[in-house]
């Protein structure tokens, strides 16, 4: 059974599911096998920004796209193309939000089963999600698309 793109990106909704079961394996992990002496206070609080970033990044875009009047869940086609707010910086938001958020809980409790299990669940929704949502907005909105997705990088613009 194959997936009209055009009317929604997934059946699942792999984002949500990517980073929770990272998060859960992260945590068992460091359960299991702990990784070791708290960090120093400055490892400590780059986490708390790392979390501070992702939370702020995730209520930032979920706002966004309730004020855009658009879907926010990834398994359901698109309404608008949003590209104002954290959109103007990243296609991605959330999914960069939740990446800093696993980052961050790793840096800032001393677990660092958090920071490579971001990296492989950021990896899988880019496979499983982003690449699939790219389709679906594609053929959704055409040249807007094509403009915005030329302008703006999938993860993140270089600050400089």
Sequence with gaps: MA?????????IPWPPILYVVAGVIAYLLQYVVPTGELLPDWARLAGD????????????????????????????????????GPFAYTRNPIYLGNTFLLIGIGLAFSALWFVPLAFVAAFLVDRLAIRREEVHLALRFGDEWTEFAAKTPR???KPF
């Design 3 to 11: 997936i009209d793109f055009a009317a929604r990106p997934n059946r």
């Design 155 to 157: 993860w993140l613009r």
């Design 49 to 84: 920004v790392f979390i501070a970033f992702g939370l702020a990044f995730d209520f930032w875009a979920m706002g966004v796209m309730l004020l855009a009047r658009t879907n926010i869940l990834p398994n359901r086609g698109a309404g608008r193309l949003v590209t104002f």
